[in-house]
Structures are given as C-alpha cells and as structure tokens.
Nanobody
Framework: EVQLVESGGGSVQAGGSLELSCALSGYTYNSYCVGWFRQAPGREREGVAAIDSDGKTTYADFVEGRFTIYRDNGKHVLYLRMNSPKPDDTAMYYC????????????????????WGPGTQVTVSS
C-alpha cells in the first residue's frame, strides 16, 4: 500500500523560510514524477513543483525561484524548501506521486497523479 504523509507545515512570516517533507512508503514507481500541490480556500488545486526520477525539476511560474524541490531517494522523502514565502502562498500543501507518466504531461497537473497525502497547512502572515 502506497502512503504519503506530509509534515513541516505551520505559520511563517512573509520573507521567512519553511521546509515541507513528505514520507513515501510502499511507493515503487521510481520512474515517474513526485510533486507538491497546493489548494487555498475557494481555489482549485494547483501544481507547485515536481521532480522526476532523473532529478529534473519543474516549477509553477508563481514560484519565481523562491522554492526548491528535492528528494532523498535513500530515505524515500520528498522536500519542498520555501524561501521568501508570501501571504498568497497560504494554502494546504499536498504531496503527490504518479503511477503512470502521462504523454505530454508536465508533472504539474493534478490529473497526472494517483497517490496523495492528506496535506499540511501553510499560513504566511504579512
């Protein structure tokens, strides 16, 4: 059984930093993407960052170089380092993993992912 569990969320001031972690257990689809998504109240879930098995990373435009996604394959942990967060980054953040690679996909589409964690809340104050 594949399980994803996020941690590291909380409250942070704008301009600070925060690091999210996602522990992946039972996940053996090592050829595909894993990523971070977020959803704010009243808004659709959107892709934040993704990384594939070759270490190639993809970021949403709104990240603007402030976040870094990386993975520790040995420990089966995915991270999202958030530097200089803004109040607009306030949302529930979700870790996700693919079970199939979508042809033409960017790895930032929620539809591309099969497995999801329960989420961790990030609140950025001004």
């Amino acid at each position: 059984e594949v399980q994803l569990v996020e941690s590291g969320g909380g409250s942070v001031q704008a301009g600070g930093s925060l690091e999210l972690s996602c522990a992946l257990s039972g996940y053996t689809y090592n050829s595909y993407c894993v990523g971070w998504f977020r959803q704010a109240p009243g808004r659709e879930r959107e892709g934040v960052a993704a990384i594939d098995s070759d270490g190639k990373t993809t970021y949403a435009d709104f990240v603007e170089g402030r976040f870094t996604i990386y993975r520790d394959n040995g420990k089966h942990v995915l991270y999202l380092r958030m530097n200089s967060p803004k109040p607009d980054d306030t949302a529930m953040y979700y870790c996700a993993a693919q079970s199939v690679r979508w042809s033409g996909g960017t790895c930032l589409g929620a539809y591309e992912y099969t497995f999801w964690g329960p989420g961790t809340q990030v609140t950025v104050s001004s």
